[in-house]
């Protein structure tokens, strides 16, 4: 019991301290609670969604590792204890720990042993993940609990089902006798269940009958996880924005692009993987045409054509490095340039463009990697206007996009497409973006700001 109180006071303490010093909020995870009787197949439900989740980081969170010790009196009579009882259960641990884990930090789990009923002095590390699963009885009675959650699935299993599993799990894997475990069952487990989990169903919002046999749930269930996670909050408040769906391998793209040690040939490799994705999505957004043609084995095959009337604008300097992917993706695509020079935090002067004469006529791609406070990206979409260009007709591509970006762009262009392969935290003082990838443009063509050209030097060179 000391342990426990020490323990609770050690990670309450280290989640005050972790939103003191957490001055920016990052993309929380997507937390899904997991109730349901006992042996009603929860874990199997858990198990399912977890494999079917294998390219996003999952970990799971069971409610049994946060039972209270057994004092030597209560073993004494073990078989009298309630193990089926919210006040069984350290809900203030428990609480602690999710709440670390949704702020992004790893955490300290107690390993609880169902053979001696107590805390093993050992614990084991979870670490943060997109997706976070919290298993339990009673996960949905507290309401403190259920608050933490993005979803809520109750696995509703017929009763004399549940009352065999738990016979067979009880007697091989915890070592108990059958009638003990009968005995337990109709003086504590089934009152229990009906007094507080069966209750708690109401606050589901997806019941779960069968448990995991029920598979067209699971993929229902997965399919949401997924459109979710795709999700970033602003991408809720417009819905112009677009963010390609993360796999490992666009979050390992990102890890080597942003790790500062990382050599010019290699940023360079993976940068070019990524806008290459980011191009090949946003061409995806392009108006397009129903057409059906003959394949080789003499069979029709509907399709579609894409409009053509196409032209790529870079913003100078980082965004021409994304014109080889667009070039790639495109056959004889047009570009243009425009050249923007900042003055301070928010002004911005146009020091040079170089648009095709038709571009009223087409559908335009702007290109820069970065989205930081929106200010350039402002002028740059003003200047295709001012040209004729529709703003629906306009698909900005980026890397990665700040929030504050993001809201300038789109709160004065809502007609536009923005697609991004990451939306990141904020911006700094110095409106760089947090945790972001540094200068681009240096670390990509390998300058720094010494050998960098001035706006009017860089002007000549255009010409």
């Known amino acids: 019991m000391k342990m426990e109180s020490q323990m609770v006071s050690e990670l309450t303490n280290g989640v005050q301290n972790h939103l003191s010093l957490q001055s920016v909020p990052g993309k929380q995870p997507f937390i899904i609670g997991v109730a349901g009787g006992t042996a009603s197949g929860k874990t199997t439900v858990c198990n399912m969604i977890i494999s079917q989740l294998h390219d996003q980081r999952v970990v799971l969170v069971n409610q049994d590792s946060f039972y209270h010790s057994l004092s030597e009196e209560k073993l004494k009579n073990v078989h009298e204890y309630n193990f089926d009882h919210p006040d069984a259960f350290n809900t203030e641990l428990l609480l602690s ?34 997706v976070i699963i919290l298993e339990g009885i009673l996960v949905l009675h507290d309401s403190r609990v259920r608050d933490l959650m993005n979803m809520k699935i109750f696995v509703d299993t017929d009763s004399d089902v549940r009352l065999a599993r738990r016979i067979q799990r009880d007697t091989v894997e915890r070592g108990r006798n059958i009638q003990n475990v009968l005995d337990q069952y109709a003086k504590f487990v089934k009152p229990s269940f009906d007094e507080f989990v069966l209750p708690s169903k109401k606050y589901a919002d997806i019941i779960i ?36 769906h993360s796999t490992f391998q666009i979050r390992g793209m990102h890890t080597l692009i942003r790790d500062v040690n990382a050599t010019k040939h290699d940023f360079v490799f993976y940068a070019d993987r990524l806008i290459r ?15 059906q043609i003959n394949t080789p084995t ?20 980082s965004g021409e490095s994304m014109e080889n992917a667009l070039r790639a993706c495109c056959k004889g695509i047009k570009l243009g340039k425009i050249l ?35 200010n350039s990206a402002v002028k740059a979409i003003s200047l295709l206007i001012s040209k004729g260009v529709p703003q629906q007709n306009i698909i900005f591509l980026n890397l990665i996009a700040a929030p504050q970006g993001i809201r300038a762009v789109c709160k004065k262009f809502p007609k536009l497409k923005i697609v991004t392969s990451e939306i990141d935290a904020s911006l700094n003082e110095d409106l760089c973006v947090i945790p972001g990838m540094g200068e681009f443009a240096d670390r990509y063509f390998g300058t720094d700001e010494e050998t960098v050209l001035r706006p009017q030097d860089r002007l000549q060179t255009q010409r």
Do not use: W
Request: glycine share 8%; with cysteine.
């Open 209 to 244: 009958p069968r448990g995991g046999d029920n598979d067209v749930a699971i993929d229902l269930i997965v399919q949401h996880i997924r459109l979710k996670l795709g999700q970033h909050d602003l991408c809720k408040i417009y819905p112009n924005i677009f963010v390609i």
């Open 298 to 317: 003499g069979s029709v095959y509907t399709g579609v054509v894409f409009c053509r009337r196409l032209c790529g604008v870079s913003i100078i300097r």
């Open 340 to 374: 923007i020079h900042r003055e301070g935090n928010t002004g911005r002067q146009l020091i040079y463009e170089k648009l095709p004469a038709d571009i009223a006529s087409r559908h335009v791609l702007l290109l820069d990697p970065v989205l930081a406070s929106g």
């Open 277 to 291: 994705l980011v191009v090949e999505h946003g061409l995806g957004h392009l108006p397009f045409t129903e057409k």
């Open 97 to 130: 720990c999710m709440e670390i884990l949704r702020h992004g930090e790893a955490v300290k789990i107690p390993d609880y042993d169902f053979k001696t009923h107590k805390s093993s002095p050992s614990v084991y590390k979870v670490n943060p993940a997109d």
